[in-house]
């Protein structure tokens, strides 16, 4: 999917949204992506790989890592003592740690490279991390402060983060299903991209704009990790370089903000401030392609 393509989607839903006044449709929607389609699209992603292949990311795989740690802990250190008890803290620890590499960071990733099979062993790794993470930091901060016990009892209720950890013990487990169950998963779990751009385009809405938060999300999710990846990958070679420099500094996924609507944990405010940034990166990495 390319960035024209994705704008369009993003068109698409904001229509819908003007044209259909209920909210039952996008309410619909968002339980089709976030319980099946999305659980098919982990799934068939992390199943299809084997423990060789996810331990020669090397690199790639060691930056992903990276990237969640330094998003998590910093954005959790400012909640702590900038943001104490207001549930914005949990929002912006998902928005922060939750970046979109797939929907919007293969095409930019493209800007830069012929060949990006590194932007795709990042997302992809990233994506079987943060699932569980973002899960469970939602489901406790969306309870005011619940036991943890009690948070990852509702995490854990979230299919996507059932079928990541169900597919990582098969990839542990040494077990290789067929391709003639793989692909027609993967196949139905693709159609979660454009459906969770649609429904992100129904979201958007600044009515809760806040500049404050604006560049909170923007500090955690984007400018930390492209100056950490900056400083310290630019020795790497390209085709590595580049697909981590792209996919770890993208803006928040439309997938973090369905799953804070799923625990109505700053939904509105959180989709505002990723329609912004999301036009922000669309932007400056051309321009970057340009320069650099």
Known sequence: MNIAEMLALIAVGYVLKRLIRSEKPFDYLRILVNDILLAFFVFGNVASKDLNYLLSIKTVFLYVFLIIGISL???YLYGCFVLKNDP?????MVLSVYPNTAALGFPIAS????????????STTN?????????FIAAHYSSGGASVRASFLKAFKFPPTV???FALALVIGGVHLPTQILEPVKTVGWLSI???IIYFGSRITLRA???RKLFEVGTFRIAIPFAFVFLTLHWARPEVFYSVLVEASMPPAIAANAILAQYRLKAEEAISVTFVLTLFVIVLFPVLRLVL
């Open 73 to 75: 802990s910093t954005s």
């Open 88 to 92: 914005w803290a949990g929002a912006l």
């Open 111 to 122: 800007l830069f490279l012929d060949d990006i099979t590194p932007a795709i062993l990042y």
């Open 127 to 135: 994506s079987m991390i943060v699932i569980p993470i973002v899960t």
């Open 163 to 165: 079928a990541n950890l």
């Open 194 to 196: 454009p459906l969770l």
């Open 209 to 211: 704009f806040n500049l």
